[in-house]
């Protein structure tokens, strides 16, 4: 069964960087397109971006560009999102997420989030 | 870029009670449109795609309608199980913008 498991937990100190890591299991990694959202303690869900694991190009909400890159490794079917000059607002859950199919970009497969506090 | 808004944010009903949840989104996305359910403390969960299609292994009290943009879920008999968030996202092209959600708690 389809599986995404994340990095662990993080705090980060305001203007430095992040690499979260994303590594699918149970499908061929290559076929469905992750996406990242993340969630601020009490609030709504975000979206972030999309990356196309087979070509490796990657689509991002404007709010986030310049700041955010999102990248994968084939050999190890893994997704990475970093995201630099981090601010306490940053403070969130980050969850990767898979869409259900090729023909439907809805998020069905998610990955358990990684916790990151942003705190001087 | 496409915004999404639901309304209403927040409800409290009864077990048993008919739930209409609305997602509006500022311009058309056809039937791009998919429905989550994040309970306290948990993964956001895929309920509807296609505007009104029920994932598998989602109870049948759970079903969407709309298209273009104004799109309806409808809990049809509120379960003790079903508090939670409830987010609409719209998926027809980027940015994929999520509804600020509505929090369904049981009066």
């Known amino acids: 069964q389809v599986h995404l498991v994340q990095s662990g937990a993080e705090v980060k100190k305001p203007g430095a960087s992040l690499k979260i890591s994303c590594e699918a299991s149970?499908?061929?990694?290559?076929?469905?397109?992750i996406h990242w959202v993340r969630q601020a303690p009490g609030q709504g869900l975000e979206w972030m971006g999309v990356?196309?694991?087979?070509?490796?190009?990657?689509t991002y909400a404007q709010k986030f560009q310049g700041r955010v890159s999102m990248t994968r490794d084939t050999s190890t079917s893994t997704v990475y999102m970093d995201l630099s000059s981090l601010r306490s607002d940053d403070t969130a859950v980050y969850y990767c997420?898979?869409?259900?199919?090729?023909?439907?970009?809805?998020?069905?497969?998610w990955g358990q989030g990684s916790l990151v506090t942003v705190s001087s | 870029d496409i915004q999404m808004t639901q309304s209403p944010s927040s409800l409290s009903a009864s077990v048993g009670d008919r739930l209409t949840i609305t997602c509006r989104a500022s311009?058309?996305?056809?039937?791009?449109l998919a429905w989550y359910q994040q309970k306290p403390g948990k993964l956001p969960k895929l309920l509807i795609y296609?505007?009104?299609t029920l994932q598998s292994g989602v109870p049948s009290r759970f079903s969407g309608s709309g298209s273009g943009t104004d799109f309806t879920l409808i809990i049809s008999s509120l379960q003790p199980e079903d508090v939670g968030s409830y987010y609409c996202?719209?998926?027809?092209?980027?940015?994929?913008?999520f509804g600020p959600g509505t929090k369904v708690e049981i009066k």
């Open positions: 296609a505007a009104s």
């Open positions: 996202q719209k998926y027809n092209s980027a940015p994929f913008t």
């Open positions: 149970g499908y061929t990694f290559t076929t469905y397109y």
């Open positions: 997420a898979r869409v259900e199919g090729m023909l439907v970009a809805a998020l069905n497969y």
């Open positions: 311009q058309g996305i056809g039937n791009y």
């Open positions: 990356i196309n694991p087979s070509a490796g190009s990657a």
